[in-house]
């Protein structure tokens, strides 16, 4: 074990791969990690200066902890200032990380594989900690505090951000984009000016058990597939709890809670799936006194809404200019408008349909399915509900049944003629031979 007294470079210079590092208390300069080390801080500030980050780790097998670290804000011009002073000081732009004019002024950057950060507090930098082309990189109790981007994951694989606390950053909390398996659990993502979580282009992630509160948008997703959204609490963002969107395909958000988004605004959406995003589950989640509970716009096509819960909603559900979607075996109970399928063709019952508290049919069989179909009460496409349930259901769904619903439900082709007709006034309903249809 090596003890860091004035200079920490010093101590890591002097340190033989694999040895501990302890720092005590006091003020250090930039410092740069280039063998495996284990590096523990106790009262110890590093800070960084305008395109010298306080950290950089070049080295594998690195585990940091115990730091304070003070970062340096955005500000173009001077690092513009910077790269051509160093070019008039004939500098070579290669010496050093920090020189590249394309890298955030960030607290700390990582490009090495199996790096440990726990324990960390950054505050006030553009970025607060930088990771690019990394694998197996976590991130475990630390606090990101009044940074543009508190955390950007950029190109990185098998990582995780685990119980860590996000607060005020400018644009987000924690920005993963181009990665693949990156664990995001038990974090809180709290008053952030953009989205909490960003998850851009990015693939078989989980999103676990995370609070967002108070920020503009608590969860995005942006052109990003096959990953799980699960267990997360989204309460008092100012606009969305959750948002898929951008052809955002094949992700399972399940047994979520998005609750008073958009607040005293006049808009605010619990979960929306949007954009031509298809192909997703999204189950036994509760939305409760949102603007819209759920949504689904624009060009989304089979996705499963089953087993949700919507209370206190303005619009439990709506639906805009989509189609192929299935809703079923959903709770829709004391809200203002309990669904809202417009401009599209979607279908709202399975073997087995939703729970409207308004539904006023009759039940003479007594079998929990009403006799007399509801009519989806807003939105201009007529869309019905042929076996409406007569008291809520237990939210038990299993995603291959779903699968299997939805592939001989939702079977609307544009070309065909619609299931139904108006004649003065009054709802038709034909019948017609399904065709599978599945991409």
């Given at each position: ?9 010093a ?12 720092v005590?208390?006091g003020?250090?300069g930039s ?8 590096i ?20 594998g097998?690195v585990?940091i902890s115990g730091?304070e670290v003070?970062?340096v804000p955005e ?8 790269y ?8 070579s ?6 020189y590249?004019?394309?890298?955030p002024?960030?607290?700390i950057?990582i ?5 440990t950060v ?7 930098a553009?970025?607060?900690?930088f990771?690019?082309n990394?694998?197996?990189?976590s991130f475990?109790n630390?606090?990101?505090?009044r940074?543009d981007?508190?955390i950007?994951?950029?190109r ?7 119980s860590?606390h996000?607060?005020?950053c400018?644009k ?5 984009e181009?990665c693949d398996?990156i ?6 993502f709290v ?5 909490g979580l960003?998850l ?13 509160s108070?920020?503009?948008?608590g969860?995005?997703?942006w052109?990003?597939?096959s990953?799980?959204?699960?267990e ?8 969305y709890?959750?948002v898929i969107s951008?052809?955002?395909?094949n992700?399972?958000v399940?047994?979520?809670l998005a609750?008073n988004?958009?607040g005293?605004?006049?808009?605010g959406v619990?979960?929306s799936?949007?954009e031509n995003s ?12 949102n ?7 624009k060009g989304?096509?089979f996705?499963?809404v ?8 303005s ?6 200019k989509n189609?192929n979607?299935l809703?079923?075996?959903n ?11 417009n401009a ?5 019952n399975?073997?087995?349909g939703?729970?409207y508290d308004?539904y ?6 007594d079998?929990?399915?009403g006799?007399?179909?509801y009519?989806i009460?807003k939105g201009?496409?007529?869309a019905?509900?042929?076996?409406p349930?007569t008291?809520p259901g ?6 291959d049944a ?10 609307y082709r544009?070309?065909e003629?619609?299931p ?10 034909g019948?017609r031979?399904p ?5």
């Amino acid at each position: 074990m090596i003890f860091a007294e004035d200079d920490i470079q010093a101590a890591l210079d002097l340190a033989d791969p694999g040895d501990t590092v302890m720092v005590g208390p006091g003020q250090y300069g930039s410092v740069l990690v280039d063998k495996p080390l284990t590096i523990i801080g106790d009262g110890a500030k590093v800070s960084a200066r305008l395109q010298e980050p306080a950290i950089i780790i070049e080295s594998g097998s690195v585990s940091i902890s115990g730091f304070e670290v003070e970062g340096v804000p955005e500000n173009p011009e001077a690092k513009f200032g910077y790269y051509m002073g160093a070019l008039d000081r004939s500098q070579s732009l290669e010496v050093g990380h920090g020189y590249r004019l394309n890298l955030p002024n960030a607290a700390i950057l990582i490009f090495s594989d199996d790096v440990t950060v726990k324990e960390i507090q950054v505050e006030d930098a553009e970025v607060g900690i930088f990771v690019e082309n990394a694998c197996n990189v976590s991130f475990q109790n630390c606090t990101i505090e009044r940074c543009d981007i508190g955390i950007e994951l950029l190109r990185c694989c098998e990582g995780w951000v685990d119980s860590s606390h996000f607060d005020k950053c400018d644009k987000y909390g924690l920005y993963i984009e181009g990665c693949d398996e990156i664990s995001a659990t038990k974090n809180n993502f709290v008053d952030t000016a953009n989205a909490g979580l960003l998850l851009k282009r990015s693939f078989n992630c989980e999103v676990e058990k995370n609070l967002f509160s108070g920020n503009r948008q608590g969860l995005f997703l942006w052109n990003s597939s096959s990953n799980l959204i699960k267990e997360n609490w989204a309460d008092g963002n100012l606009y969305y709890g959750m948002v898929i969107s951008d052809e955002s395909c094949n992700n399972s958000v399940i047994d979520n809670l998005a609750r008073n988004n958009g607040g005293s605004s006049s808009f605010g959406v619990g979960i929306s799936i949007q954009e031509n995003s298809s192909h997703n589950w999204v189950a036994r989640n509760v939305v409760e006194k949102n603007m819209n509970g759920l949504e689904l716009t624009k060009g989304c096509e089979f996705n499963l809404v089953c087993c949700n819960n919507a209370s206190g909603n303005s619009n439990a559900i709506r639906l805009d200019k989509n189609q192929n979607n299935l809703v079923c075996r959903n709770n829709f109970q004391r809200n203002m408008i309990n669904a809202y399928d417009n401009a599209s063709h979607n279908f709202w019952n399975g073997t087995l349909g939703n729970y409207y508290d308004d539904y006023r049919g009759h039940d003479k069989d007594d079998d929990g399915v009403g006799d007399d179909p509801y009519w989806i009460p807003k939105g201009s496409s007529c869309a019905v509900d042929l076996r409406p349930l007569t008291s809520p259901g237990p939210g038990v769904f299993d995603l291959d049944a779903g699968k299997a619903e939805l592939l001989r439900y939702a079977v609307y082709r544009p070309e065909e003629d619609l299931p139904y007709k108006v004649e003065n006034d009054v709802i038709k309903i034909g019948t017609r031979s399904p065709t599978i249809w599945w991409r």
